[in-house]
């Protein structure tokens, strides 16, 4: 299955059930929500609980090391802050989230170096170099590093997720900051594991898509 996004604005409140807060797949897609704040998006998240900020701390560490704090407001949480020149992260740490870090950084312009060691991070990250290629992205992917560089901007284009989840909700949140049109490639899996996540997205955007 393949999906075109055109450019997108999530406004408004978004409820997130954190019921269960080691659920990877709710994980990713709690994020995903929290990230359009940090873009300019007028969008408050609730339904975040203690437990699932206190099971997440490390993801909430790395982004703050981006400069954005996760915040309390009155309808809800957002990300808040100002993006830093560029930064270091430990990429073995928050696997699930690194391609929408990876398009956060790109979208605000820092210069980002994603460390990594662990066996079989390499081709995850050579799947991420890939898709941030599709979009516009200039990178460069050495033996144990991904560097997201400034001078470039996310301009649309055809990704092929290889049927990854994590991919698609990259290409997701960069569909808000694109100057084109995304064409989503193969993304059988996000559907069955995030049945209700396009039918939110179209809720909540002033923009439909198909």
């Not at 609730?46 to 915040?71: P, R, V």
Request: aromatic share 10%; with cysteine; proline share 3%.
């Amino acid at each position: 299955m393949n999906l075109k996004l055109p450019k997108i604005s999530v406004s408004g409140i978004i409820n997130i059930d954190t019921k269960d807060p080691n659920n990877s797949f709710l994980v990713q897609e709690c994020f995903f929500w929290l990230m359009t704040s940090a873009l300019g998006c007028d969008s408050s998240i609730t339904g975040i609980t203690g437990d699932f900020i206190a099971n997440n701390s490390k993801s909430i560490t790395m982004i703050q090391k981006l400069g954005y704090f996760l915040c309390k407001r009155p309808y809800g949480y957002e990300l808040f802050g100002e993006p830093c020149l560029s930064a270091s992260i430990n990429a073995d740490e928050t696997k699930d989230l690194l391609p929408m870090i990876a398009v956060l950084c790109a979208s605000t312009s820092i210069e980002a170096e994603f460390e990594f060691s662990k066996a079989g991070m390499y081709d995850f990250m050579s799947s991420i170099n890939t898709m941030m290629i599709s979009l516009g992205i200039n990178t460069a992917l050495l033996a144990n590093k991904l560097l997201i560089k400034t001078d470039s901007v996310i301009s649309g284009g055809v990704v092929d997720t290889i049927d990854d989840a994590r991919l698609v909700f990259g290409c997701a949140l960069a569909s808000i900051v694109s100057s084109q049109d995304i064409m989503v490639m193969n993304i059988n899996s996000f559907e069955r594991l995030h049945p209700r996540f396009w039918n939110k997205l179209n809720s909540s955007s002033a923009f439909r898509f198909g």
